[in-house]
Nanobody, 120 residues
Framework: QVQLSESGGGLVQPGGSLRLSCAAS????????MAWDRQVPGKERERVAS???????NYADSAKGRFTISRDSAKNTVYLQMNSLLPEDTAVYYC??????????????WGQGTQVTVSS
């Protein structure tokens, strides 16, 4: 099993910044990709950013130019730097790891979620 531990959420004013972190532990043979999703009550979960095992990044249009996803492979940790935050960025943010087991099975894991609230 793989456990994900998120941190870094909180309350911030519009225009402010937050950095989310997510560390994976447990039975990790090889990490394929990592991502950050977010969800607002009553809406579908949205993929905000992703990073592949070779560092290729992708962003939702709403995140481009403001958010940066990065990874520390040695620590099995993924980060999301969020700048110029807007009230519409308010959501619960979930990290996602795609992990290969030793027998070659690719599994998806999600963190418990961290609340980000952007409000004055």
């Amino acid at each position: 099993q793989v456990q994900l531990s998120e941190s870094g959420g909180g309350l911030v004013q519009p225009g402010g910044s937050l950095r989310l972190s997510c560390a994976a532990s447990g039975s990790i043979f090889r990490v394929n990709g990592m991502a950050w999703d977010r969800q607002v009550p009553g809406k579908e979960r949205e993929r905000v950013a992703s990073i592949s095992n070779v560092g290729i990044t992708n962003y939702a249009d709403s995140a481009k130019g403001r958010f940066t996803i990065s990874r520390d492979s040695a620590k099995n940790t993924v980060y999301l730097q969020m700048n110029s935050l807007l009230p519409e960025d308010t959501a619960v943010y979930y990290c996602n790891f795609q992990v290969y087991s030793r027998n070659g099975v690719l599994n998806n894991y999600w963190g418990q979620g961290t609340q980000v609230t952007v409000s004055s």
